[in-house]
Structure formats: structure tokens, C-alpha cells
């Protein structure tokens, strides 16, 4: 999976953050929503800013305006700190979200700012599928393939109150995992997982399991 970097107590915890703001709908899809399961909050916060600043471009510069420095970003997402900056990004390309690009002058030597490459959630699924990595977090191991999972992924995108931890347990209980499995996927307590689970029936207005899964797939 992923490398876990370490967390600052200043951080939200990126297990329980609110999936966030409903954004412009040319990236907001079931694509969108794997790659946001992987996301910290300050990955998706630069995520977000990158895919939306590309895909407002002009058509003729759209392949310029897929490379972003730390300047643009801080303009972009209003974000003030250049280490917090720095991290996301790391995360971001460890992930396979973005690439790191070097450029030279014309000496030919290596500038030491750096760019990076924004690559589309449809991109970056496949870049991870490439060398074997799911795009389901620590979540779902369903095909994304699958068009009812995708319309379950979109609307657990669209309930804007859910964290990303109940967003995981949301589509395990679609694939038909007991509480117990849940825990063992996630790697966290059945109590855990019930108390999740309570969170997520109010959360999408029903009282059992069975209900919810008939309301994410019809």
C-alpha cells in the first residue's frame, strides 16, 4: 500500500476528515472518488486545486498548465507554509498523483525548483494499477469496472458528511464484508467498525445494513 508518513498533532486525522466540498463536475466522478480515498487532507486540498486550475485552461495550453510550482500552489490553495506545501506533495507522489520534474538551464545543469506534473484520477489509476497498487485506500478490493460499484463510489462521494474511514467501511459492507472482515481489512476493532457503522446509518438516514446497501446500489 502506500507509504504512512508521520502525522503532526496540528494535522487532522486523515482517517476520520470529511471527504470535502462538492467540486466542478468534470472531476468530480467515481475516478475522483478512489483517488480522494487516498488523499490526506492537505494532498486532496492540492489535488483538488491542480485538476481544477487544469481543467479551466484553454484547450491549446492544457499540456503547460498541467505543471505547477510550490509559488503557484501557495497562490492556488491559499495555503502559507512551504513545508506543508512540500509534504503534500511527497504524499502526492508517492501516490502516483503527480510526478516531480526537474528542469535545467541552459547550461544544462539541474535548478534546484522543482515542478510538478498533475496527472487526471483516470491517470492515476492506471499509473498505480501498473505496478500493482489498488486505488481503494485501505478499503474496497471490488472491480472498479463494475458499474453499480461505481455508482455506489459516487454516491458515498456525494454525502459530503462522511469521513474517509466511514467511506471505506461504507463500500467494504457493499462488498458484503462482516463486521469482523471489516476490522481485519482495515485493521482496526469490530467495536471500531460497529461504531463506525452507527455513525454511517445516521449519516445516509437508515437503521440497518441491508438498507443501506439497497439505497447506494439502486
Do not use: W
Not at 159 to 174: F, G, K, M, P, Y
Amino acid at each position: 500500500m502506500f507509504p504512512q508518513k508521520a502525522k503532526s498533532t496540528a494535522e487532522i486525522d486523515s482517517k476520520t476528515y470529511p471527504l470535502g466540498e462538492k467540486i466542478d463536475h468534470q472531476i468530480d466522478g467515481p475516478a475522483m472518488a478512489l483517488v480522494a480515498l487516498s488523499h490526506t487532507p492537505v494532498e486532496r486540498r492540492l489535488y483538488t486545486a491542480m485538476l481544477t486550475s487544469m481543467n479551466g485552461a484553454a484547450p491549446q495550453s492544457q499540456t503547460q498548465s498541467n505543471v505547477f510550482t510550490v509559488r503557484s500552489l501557495m497562490e492556488l490553495t491559499g495555503i502559507v507554509s512551504l513545508s506543508t506545501i512540500r509534504r503534500g506533495l511527497e504524499g502526492l507522489v508517492a501516490k502516483f498523483s503527480v510526478d516531480r520534474e526537474v528542469n535545467s538551464n541552459g547550461n544544462g545543469a539541474r535548478e534546484h525548483a522543482a515542478a510538478y506534473r498533475i496527472f487526471t484520477p483516470e491517470q492515476v489509476i492506471a499509473r498505480r494499477e501498473e505496478r500493482g497498487i489498488k486505488s481503494y485506500a485501505k478499503g474496497s478490493d471490488s472491480s472498479f469496472g463494475s458499474r453499480s460499484f461505481e455508482r455506489v463510489i459516487q454516491r458515498v462521494v456525494e454525502n459530503r458528511n462522511l469521513s474517509r474511514r466511514e467511506a471505506q467501511v461504507t463500500l467494504c459492507c457493499v462488498e458484503g464484508l462482516t463486521n469482523a472482515e471489516i476490522g481485519l481489512r482495515l485493521l482496526v476493532s469490530e467495536q471500531t467498525v460497529k461504531f463506525h457503522l452507527r455513525h454511517i446509518f445516521i449519516k445516509f438516514g437508515v437503521k440497518r445494513r441491508a438498507e443501506l446497501i439497497s439505497r447506494l446500489l439502486l
